[in-house]
């Protein structure tokens, strides 16, 4: 399910509340076929304009960052064996969130493989 977030905050004394985020939706897909699951995962986060910098905040720009993996789980008796490839951050996005210290961006276009093995 798709989650929507937006928090504003202001203090008398201080003004716009440090560590508050802009709007942010997470969106989460998945199909499965035949024992195999694609899952995709969309990020957004809005430009932060409501910063202290007081508090060494400053503005940040909006991100969109898209995240892909399939999986597939073997039952082996008793045991289970669950693999899983994907993406993240597939459109190599250069971006840093309104809580990166000293806006260090993120990590780029990236694979990994987890393979999972329960008893």
């Known amino acids: 399910f798709t989650t929507v977030a937006y928090q504003y905050g202001e ?7 440090p ?5 942010t939706i997470r969106s989460p897909n998945w199909v499965s076929y035949k ?4 899952n995709t995962h969309q990020n957004y986060g809005a430009a932060q304009k409501y910063f202290n910098a007081n508090f060494g905040e400053d503005a940040t720009q909006n991100y969109y960052v898209f995240d892909f ?16 490839l994907g993406v993240q951050n597939l ?3 250069n971006y840093f969130t309104h809580l990166d210290w000293n806006n260090i961006p993120r990590r780029g276009r990236s694979l ?7 008893f």
């Open 91 to 93: 459109l190599d996005a």
């Open 112 to 118: 990994f493989v987890e393979v999972m093995y329960s």
């Open 35 to 38: 024992g195999f699951k694609l």
């Open 69 to 84: 993996d399939f999986s597939k789980a073997i039952e082996i008796g008793n045991s289970s064996l669950n693999t899983k």
């Open 19 to 23: 560590c508050i985020s802009p709007l």
């Open 11 to 17: 203090g008398e004394q201080i003004g716009n509340l």
